[in-house]
């Protein structure tokens, strides 16, 4: 469904009881009885999980998965798959330059990514309520994935224009996956990026934000926008060059404090965050997370531009109790703010 999605922005910031907008989607697997292995491989089962999720819980927005592994595979990354948990990459697919310039861009659609793009435009017409958000990984976190999470960081230092040259074709292929999601209907997408939240300020400026905000001058309008995703620990010392993506909205990480990160970020600008999703939704109890949850909000509301969040995507095996007593501790938390 079309909408101003900057208005949706404005008016989220105007509204004195904010709907929640967690990264939740893999956990519909217990809804629906399937592993996770049968949800990603499968379009008809992606949108129906979106669905029963919107069904359940009040939230903001409903988002896709985020599986970062999906375009990895695509360049040709190995993948491991699980029954009951989010793929992950194993290995490396380029080293050195020579390999990165014969790495050849897959068409959007190749891969699982026809069916990541058909599960939105299916999405999209079962919920109707609320803005659908697709999910995508950002350049740098792409390019780490194909180079080796750990060597990319050294090879800043050693190799700088085989890492630019790399990013230059990741990117590339990452804005023709946004705009097929936006073709989809999708009302925006959450890019995620959390391997640049592992890097000096001074190296996310150089190798993550310039092509964070490529994708996001390529595809935001009114109607389709940019959240930027980043549960890394440095990011309150990187947030002006964060904030230079031009991205519409940001989401971060709980190994930050959001109040801090408040101080730093206009207050026409919405910030999301940040319940422990492994810590909290997965392992925590009802009462811990409703704990947590009022905390971060008595911490944050003040600011009109928070919106409560988890601090990244819940995992697929998270306690349903769990997720239901965050939602419920926000609005008893709204509740008693207006007695």
Known sequence: MK????QWL??????SAKKPLPILSFPAVQLMGITVKELISDSDRQAEGMKRIAERVDSAAAVSLM???VE???FGAQIVYSE??????KGSVVSDMEEVEALAAPPVGAGRTDIYIEAIRKATELITDRPVFAGIIGPYSLAGRLLDVTEIMYLCYDEPELVEALLDKVTQFLIAYAQAYKEAGANGIVIAEPLAGMLSPALEEEFSAPFVKRMVDAVQDDGFIVIYHNCGDNTIQMIDSILSTGAAAYHFGNSISMEEMLRHVPQDTVVMGNVDPAGQFRNGTTESIRKETQDIMRACCSHPNFVISSGCDIPPMSKWENIDAFFDAVKE???NSFV
């Open 3 to 6: 909408r101003n999605m900057k």
């Open 10 to 15: 404005a008016g989220l910031i105007e509204e």
């Open 67 to 69: 599986d970062l592994s």
């Open 72 to 74: 990895a595979e695509c």
């Open 84 to 89: 009951h948990e989010v793929p992950t990459v």
């Open 333 to 335: 938390f709204y509740r």
